[in-house]
């Protein structure tokens, strides 16, 4: 029961983007279209997933042992960059399309602080291993369904015609990135 109130707890109520504000930077530059914020929220829910494992192994099996806890950054951004070539590989080879789509935005993955954001949270809450896969899995599914609601909204917006000039493009994204924060905030009081 504390592992799925933890599940629901990092998808909405800690939610990544809008509660922690991390990962700005992908969520608003990728999410125009929904096909598009799909792949690139599948992707970070690999990344953040696998690399939440892997430094939490790094950190429990090789920094704590040698006294190196100090070097927790430089190790957790090698794990992550690592990962990220390997899932860019992957899709250039298997999603092409989705691969040229992504554009610049897939190798920015290494350098999206939600990811190193996760593995941090996992490491300064001291989780056990199953607790941190859970926390970094809903975490990444909260950034995931962050993503699409984004890209569908932004959607729907490019057809509005009454729109002024002025907000069209980023700034109505940054006003309804705003609303949608605010929304999140009614789930506050779900878990404790």
């Known amino acids: 029961m504390k592992l799925f109130a933890l599940l629901i707890s990092s998808i909405f109520v800690n939610n990544i983007v809008f509660m922690r504000f991390l990962g700005c930077c992908p969520f608003l530059g990728v999410s125009s279209r929904v096909e598009t914020a799909k792949g690139m929220g599948l992707a970070v829910v690999f990344v953040i997933t696998m690399s939440s ?16 806890e100090y070097l927790y950054t430089l190790a957790f951004i090698l794990i992550i960059a690592a990962l990220v070539q390997f899932v860019e590989i992957v899709m250039k080879k298997m999603m092409p399309a989705l691969y040229k789509s992504l554009g610049i935005f897939l190798p920015l993955i290494t350098t999206n602080c939600a990811v190193l954001g996760v593995a941090v949270i996992n490491m300064n809450e001291r989780y056990d291993f199953i607790t941190a896969v859970v926390n970094a899995f809903g975490t990444a599914v909260g950034y995931l369904l962050a993503i699409v609601l984004m890209a569908g909204i932004r959607e729907k917006l490019e057809l509005c015609d009454t729109m002024p000039r002025c907000l069209r493009g980023l700034p109505i994204a ?7 924060s605010i929304a999140f905030m009614g789930f506050s009081g779900l878990i404790k």
């Open 174 to 180: 940054l006003v309804t990135a705003g609303l949608m």
């Open 53 to 68: 494992v892997m430094t939490w192994l790094a950190f429990e099996w090789l920094l704590v042992p040698l006294h190196l």
